[in-house]
């Protein structure tokens, strides 16, 4: 691997991580391009996370301080009976959206085996999914109310929105920041505030998906086949430039119109995958 490919790789990674457009849709077509497979795809699909967590916790650095402070007085506020602040609140439906979320991913990666991983990652799949989610975002943001913000959020809210999260570890070409969208579409939260707390709930699970391609390479003394550490943390950087534009850019967009532009990608690239699945399969 160059590091031009490299480069590329992170790149695409960086961006569409947090566009709901599916990331793993571009990785499959770049990995494809460049012929790259095996351990490659750990530094491609894992090591890119640290990047773009890193990006979203410099981008959404005062959300990150309120709920980490307010993740503190949640421990008191039982003692106290206080009304929680919005640090507090915020810190609640993170906590909520979070842990079931993180342990049904951690249990297909465990209990899955190498034979359902690949027949899940068939082009085919990918290509469908794509196109299905894209359809269900477009109906949720397009029959969703705007009008909900964060201080409206319940925990069954945040439940709901974060029990989304594994569908797309379990079927790529989902989106995870655009199926948790469209769930909070669907539950009548603005575009922006959708999109924001997307973000943050991802986090603990980019940080989980990292921190095991990081000690899975450190594990093999820097070098899994022709991934090694050093080109892992080179494409951490990289996605994490990246995906600091690629966050500027949909808080942008999310500010000024609707998803609709993210869905009709998310037709043609869909649209692409199954034009291109005999050879992507070959």
């Known amino acids: 691997m160059s590091y031009l490919q490299l480069a590329l790789i992170a790149l695409v990674q960086g961006i569409t991580e947090w566009l709901p457009i599916s990331s793993s849709a571009h990785v499959l077509l770049a990995a494809d391009y460049f012929g790259l497979d095996g351990p490659e795809e750990l530094l491609i699909n894992a090591m890119a996370h640290l990047g773009t967590l890193g990006a979203i916790l410099i981008y959404f650095w005062r959300d990150f301080v309120r709920a980490t402070v307010g993740s503190v007085e949640l421990v008191t506020a039982p003692a106290t009976k206080k009304p929680l602040s919005e640090g507090a609140h915020l810190a609640l439906m993170i906590i909520v959206a979070t842990p079931v979320a993180l342990a049904i991913a951690a249990g297909w990666e465990m209990l899955a085996s190498d034979v359902m991983k690949d027949g899940m990652r068939n082009a085919y799949v990918v290509a469908g999914s794509t196109i299905f989610f894209g359809i269900l975002l477009w ?93 892992g943390l080179y494409v951490a950087g990289l996605s994490f430039v990246s995906g600091i534009v690629s ?16 869905v009709l990608y998310r037709f043609a690239l869909g649209g692409a995958l199954l034009l291109m699945a005999p050879h992507l399969m070959s």
């Not at 995870?176 to 959708?194: K, P, Q, Y």
């Not at 707390?197 to 940080?207: N, T, Y």
């Open 139 to 231: 109906i949720a943001d397009v029959k969703g109310k705007t009008h909900r913000k964060e201080k409206d959020m319940t925990i069954k809210d945040a439940f709901l929105i974060g029990i989304t999260q594994p569908i797309a570890a379990l079927i790529p070409g989902t989106s995870r920041s655009g199926i948790t969208m469209t769930a909070a579409r669907a539950l009548g939260f603005s575009r922006d505030e959708a999109a924001r707390f997307s973000m943050l709930i991802g986090a603990p699970m980019l940080a989980a998906v990292g921190a095991y391609a990081f000690l899975e390479l450190s594990k093999a003394g820097g070098n899994t086949g022709d991934a090694t550490l050093l080109h």
């Open 247 to 262: 966050i500027a850019l949909l808080m942008a967009i999310l500010k000024k119109m609707s998803f609709l532009p993210f």
